[in-house]
C-alpha cells in the first residue's frame, strides 16, 4: 500500500511563491508516475502537472519535480494569483499519466493554498 502526505500549503498574497512536497511511503516509488491536482471551491479537481505536461494556465510560474531518493515530489509555485486558491493534491499510479482522476491509484488528503488580493 502506498501512502502520499502533502505537506507546504498556507495563505500567501499576490505574486508570492510557495513549495508543496508530497511523500510517499511504500518502495515503489520510483515506478510509479506522480502528478498534482487541484480543486477549487464548487469546481471539478484538475491536473495541474507532471513531469512532462503542465497545465496552461500556470505555465512559467509552476515547476514539477521529483526526487526518487527521497521518495518525494514537489511543485514549486511562483507569482500565485488569486485563481491559484485551491486544495492541491499529489497523485500516484502505474497506469502512466492522465487527466482524468480516475485513472490514479493513490491520492494524498491535500493542502490548502490561499493566495490573497
Known amino acids: 500500500q502506498v501512502q502520499l502526505v502533502e505537506s507546504g500549503g498556507g495563505l500567501v498574497q499576490t505574486g508570492g511563491s510557495m513549495r508543496l512536497s508530497c511523500a510517499a511511503s511504500g518502495r515503489t516509488f520510483s515506478s510509479m508516475t506522480m502528478a498534482w491536482f487541484r480543486q477549487a471551491p464548487g469546481r471539478e479537481r484538475e491536473f495541474v502537472a507532471d513531469i512532462g505536461w503542465i497545465r496552461d494556465s500556470v505555465k512559467g510560474r509552476f515547476t514539477f519535480s521529483r526526487d526518487n531518493a527521497k521518495n518525494t515530489v514537489y511543485l514549486q509555485m511562483n507569482n500565485l494569483k488569486p485563481e491559484d486558491t485551491a486544495v492541491y493534491y499529489c497523485?500516484?499510479?502505474?497506469?502512466?499519466?492522465?487527466?482524468?482522476?480516475?485513472?490514479?491509484?493513490?491520492w494524498g488528503q491535500g493542502t490548502q493554498v490561499t493566495v490573497s488580493s
Open positions: 497523485a500516484g499510479g502505474f497506469r502512466g499519466t492522465s487527466p482524468s482522476t480516475s485513472a490514479w491509484n493513490y
